[in-house]
């Protein structure tokens, strides 16, 4: 592997999309960076339309102004972490609830089960229960 890097073929990649991408009309860069946005409200989470809408923002801009790239990035990342550090927060409380939940269940399950066993307990020591039995 030698001869072969991967930065300078990776690079003219990147800058045969970049040509592509600048013959594009602005409406069909609009549209296509709008696809990812519907799709995130269809996932029916505030967090994932949220991140949808700062990477598509990063993109477009990224498009639009490509020298101010480093600003653009530096800005999205600072504010796609705020959106992680949302998402975990969010995640984490759901986690909470579900397991308070869980534990509510399980409790009535037991004093569920506790309630047919005296039930049943009951109905065996009865005269009556132990006539039918025979």
Avoid: H
């Amino acid at each position: 592997m030698g001869d072969w890097q991967l930065v300078p073929v990776l690079q003219s990649y990147l800058d045969q999309w970049a040509a592509l991408l600048s013959g594009l009309p602005e409406g069909i860069i609009f549209a296509a960076l709008l696809l990812p946005i519907a799709l995130g409200v269809l996932s029916k989470r505030v967090i994932v339309p949220l991140a949808c809408v700062l990477l598509a923002a990063i993109a477009f801009c990224a498009i639009i102004a490509p020298t101010s790239i480093a600003a653009t990035l530096a800005t999205g990342a600072y504010f796609g972490s705020l959106i992680v550090a949302v998402a975990g927060m969010v995640g984490r409380r759901r986690a909470g609830a579900l397991q308070a939940e869980l534990a509510n269940l399980r409790r009535d399950l037991n004093s569920l089960l506790s309630a047919e066993e005296r039930n049943y307990l009951t109905k065996l020591r009865s005269p009556t229960g132990q006539q039918k039995e025979r």
